[in-house]
């Protein structure tokens, strides 16, 4: 290896965030069987970065968002194998004192379905204050100010009144515009924010996947967004990872699976895009079903419905994430994909 490419990898090595790998979930049922939820996912975040997280409803992303934040348990769920490294800990079966530590702090997280997470009776402000005093100890003349700080930080105006105000009386733009706020009080390096954009109108998904953009940059902060749209991850994010049936299939950089995906799933979900559609021209869907939880098929769980499956692939075990230059591919046959 020459100097150059050594120096290239400890930057690397010093930006990390977080890394997790061959992380496996699993829910607990009554009985105490597990029920494989994910297996396997791995992803790397460095400091600014924006990572992508695609896939359909029910491949394991929020899954793999709660495991991030250390709040499987709440979900009856548990990381049975793998890794999540981050503050230089292993997080993978710490207590639940170290991943008081992270969450917010190192991590903060807007949940899926965060429009109906803020609580109906209490004012914004009670809400955001109460967030701020969980870590740090203030005055109440402190905690309003710090309060209306992050109301500005993601664009509130009259945020005084706002404090004052109950969910109900704001619009979905607005409450979103809270929780992220809510996510922000500790200044987190990295913000999860898992569909952030969902059950909003177009104009103010726009709105917010703009101030998400700038927040970043403002506060130097690295991002995962979980969306299902293509579009929004290529316009948004560095690199991403591609989700199918509880399993990361392919990762990289997004110019590159944008443009030459190594997967027969990135490439059907980037064809069967709305945005790039031609009029007059059938728009291309993936057929088939995703196969469910405790469901998936021996061999490569996406031979049901691959356009280039080969016999060989529904036999042995799913194969996993390999490097292909910048590229990770879960395809035995990736190497047969075109380039473009
Ligand atoms: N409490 C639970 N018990 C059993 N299965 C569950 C539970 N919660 C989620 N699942 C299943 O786990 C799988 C992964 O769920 P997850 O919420 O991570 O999917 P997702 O990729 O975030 O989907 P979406 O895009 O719809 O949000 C799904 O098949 C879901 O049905
Ligand atoms: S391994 Fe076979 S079935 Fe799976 S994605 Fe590749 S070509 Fe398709
Ligand atoms: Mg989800």
Redo the contacts with the bound molecule.
């Keep these: 290896m020459t100097l150059q490419q050594e120096s290239t990898l400890d930057a690397a090595e010093n930006s990390l965030l977080v890394k997790v790998a061959d992380l496996k979930v699993s829910?607990r049922k009554t009985g105490g069987q597990l029920?494989p939820?994910i297996d396997t996912a791995s992803l790397t975040v460095h400091r600014d970065e924006a990572v992508g997280l695609v896939?359909e409803?029910?491949?394991?992303?929020?899954?793999?968002c709660r495991a991030l934040l250390g709040t499987l348990g709440r979900?009856?769920a548990v990381a049975t194998a793998g890794s999540i490294l981050c503050a230089g800990l292993n997080l993978v079966g710490a207590p639940e004192a170290t991943w008081r530590r992270i969450r917010g702090r190192e991590i903060g997280y807007v949940p899926?379905s965060s429009l109906a997470g803020l609580n109906p009776v209490l004012t914004i402000g009670t809400q955001l204050m109460e967030s701020i005093s969980c870590v740090r100890r203030m005055s109440g003349r402190e905690l309003q100010r710090e309060a209306l700080e992050l109301l500005d930080m993601v664009r509130i105006p009259r945020a005084k009144e706002l404090l004052r105000e109950r969910p109900h009386q704001l619009s979905g733009g607005m409450r979103q515009r809270v929780m992220i706020a809510t996510a922000l009080a500790q200044r987190p390096k990295l913000l999860v924010a898992d569909?952030p954009t969902t059950a909003l109108d177009v104009t103010t998904q726009r709105e917010i996947l703009t101030l998400l953009v700038k927040l970043r940059k403002e506060l130097g902060m690295a991002l995962i967004l979980v969306s299902?749209d293509l579009a929004v991850i290529e316009e948004v994010c560095d690199s991403m990872v591609v989700?199918y049936a509880g399993l990361a299939v392919e990762a990289g950089p997004v110019e590159l699976l944008t443009r030459s995906p190594r997967h027969p799933y990135t490439r059907a979900l980037r064809v069967s895009r709305v945005d790039t559609a031609v009029r007059g021209k059938p728009l291309e869907t993936i057929t088939g079903e995703p196969a469910?939880?405790g469901a998936w098929p021996a061999g490569c769980r996406f031979a049901p419905r691959c356009a280039l499956v080969q016999d060989s692939c529904r036999q042995g075990l799913q194969p996993q994430l390999r490097p292909m230059g910048r590229q990770q591919s879960a395809c035995t046959f990736a190497e047969r994909m075109e380039v473009q």
Excluded: I, N, P, R
């Design positions: 829910f029920l939820v896939g409803s029910g491949s394991g992303k929020t899954m793999l979900h009856a899926q569909e299902h989700m469910a939880v």
